[in-house]
């Protein structure tokens, strides 16, 4: 089984400019556990998924290419989000309130 979650690790980690030893450096891992994770042949454990993330600067839904539908949100939610889009002055505290904060 070849796990796809490398490969957004890698372009995530390309975007950075980062080497595979610095990432690992970096959430305290081996560079041979990064290159793994890149060639496919394991995942992270799900306790390293927030280090990555905060590391590569990318939220845990693109980092698992995990995409909503609009759909699926009610109008409520959908204008709680056009809100938050907008209002760029609100939006660290958003997301300290919300506990958010460390993925971005």
Known sequence: MT?????????????KKMTQKQLADRIGVTNSRVCNWEQGT????VD?????????????????DVRLDINEFTNYERQ????????????KAVRLLLGLDEFF
């Open 80 to 91: 709680l989000i056009f809100a938050y889009r907008t209002r760029a002055d609100m939006q």
């Open 3 to 15: 796990y796809e979650i490398g490969t957004r690790i890698r372009y995530f980690r390309e975007a």
């Open 42 to 45: 394991n995942r992270p454990d």
């Open 48 to 64: 390293k998924l927030a280090d990555i993330c905060k590391v590569l600067s990318v939220s845990p839904s693109e980092l698992l």
